[in-house]
């Protein structure tokens, strides 16, 4: 038997389904420990769904494949100093265990939704939120994932560079005005919910899981809802303790757009500078270039500062000056490149 069937929201009804099983979701959508499905989350918003499987009487077999959006997100942590001030704010990607619901039920409507569950503001936004740092209403709905006996998870993530956005040099508007400033990072693990959870592969970025496992995480049930997920985990800059590596850590203090006005630069000349990390365990080579654009975004010309001998767990700042070709407003984007292999020739790139 095939089934070919297309209609608005058909994703939604099958994360119900996968979810919830048996179980009513009017009835149950405030207790999780309600929930008879196969699936421990709802997939919110699936795509290219593909579902195989054969029926019989005491049984069903079957493969599911899909799209599923919406469950990586890349938010922050706190750097060293424990707050978050967009000063040495760490960008991170992170997946766990959610159900779908992402709109709250309206006053005076009795609409169920599984958002419910927080009232109260607890999550916190992150990078390009002109609400960063700040506790806000939740805007989806923490679970936990225990495994049964049989069940397995492999996640297989990119191997080499992936983007990250920048919380400390992305305005605070940028969501959803535009301006983010990524940085090319390869991944590493940061850490898991609850600790040690599954098992990283650092040669293949794999992270995997056998059942049974249990989080011991809240049940999900009213008076013990989760405030995070557990069965998740966090993904940032790969730690390279034996490695080259420098990165932008600070760039020039004026703003993307300057407006160069020659009384306040006599000599007609614009200091361009950036401060320039060590991320590795060896003194590095490196340097910082930026990339001049005018005010339409077309480019002018690059400037690059001289080549610096960084030391281990040390930060240099580095300068270069600029000339434009005449006053108007323009917008710079600055690079790390550096030496990525010991050999004298700085070729790999760092932030932007």
Not at 38 to 49: F, Y
């Amino acid at each position: 038997m095939s089934i070919d069937h297309a209609a608005w929201g058909t994703e939604i009804l099958l994360a119900r389904m996968f979810y919830w099983g048996s179980a009513s979701y009017r009835a149950n959508y405030l207790d999780s420990t309600k929930a008879r499905g196969w699936l421990g989350i709802e997939p919110l918003s699936m795509e290219d769904v593909t579902f195989v499987g054969s029926l019989v009487e005491e049984s069903i077999r079957f493969t599911f494949q899909a799209v599923m959006q919406y469950h990586f997100e890349q938010v922050c942590l706190p750097g060293p100093n424990g707050i978050f001030d967009r000063l040495d704010d760490l960008p991170v990607w992170t997946w766990g265990p959610t159900l779908a619901d992402i709109v709250r039920p309206r006053e005076g409507r009795a609409s169920p939704s599984e958002l419910s569950r927080y009232p109260f503001s607890v999550y916190v936004r992150c990078t390009g939120s002109i609400d960063y740092g700040r506790e806000m209403p939740y805007d989806y709905v923490p679970i936990i994932w225990d495994l049964e006996a049989g069940e397995a998870w492999r996640f297989s993530l990119p191997v080499g560079d992936v983007v990250f956005y920048d919380p400390n040099l992305t305005p605070i508007d940028a969501n959803p005005s535009g301006g983010f400033v990524e940085i090319h990072w390869p991944l590493g693990i940061e850490g898991t919910n609850p600790p040690g959870y599954g098992t990283w592969d650092s040669s293949s970025n794999a992270w995997t899981l056998v059942g049974p496992s249990a989080t011991g995480g809240p049940k999900g049930s009213p008076g013990d809802y989760p405030l995070v997920p557990w069965g998740a985990i966090w993904l940032g800059k790969v730690h390279c303790d034996f490695c080259f590596w420098a990165d932008l850590v600070g760039r020039s203090a004026w703003p993307e757009r300057r407006h160069w006005v020659p009384s306040k630069d006599l000599d007609g000349v614009l200091s361009l500078y950036a401060k320039v990390a060590n991320l590795g365990g060896k003194p590095v080579l490196a340097a910082a270039e930026f990339r001049n654009y005018d005010e339409q975004g077309r480019f002018i010309d690059a400037a690059r500062t001289p080549e610096v001998l960084i030391g281990f767990e040390e930060t240099l700042v580095v300068t270069v000056g600029w000339v434009p070709g005449s006053p108007g407003r323009y917008r710079v984007v600055a690079f790390a490149p550096f030496d990525s292999d010991g050999n004298g020739i700085v070729e790999a790139q760092g932030a932007r």
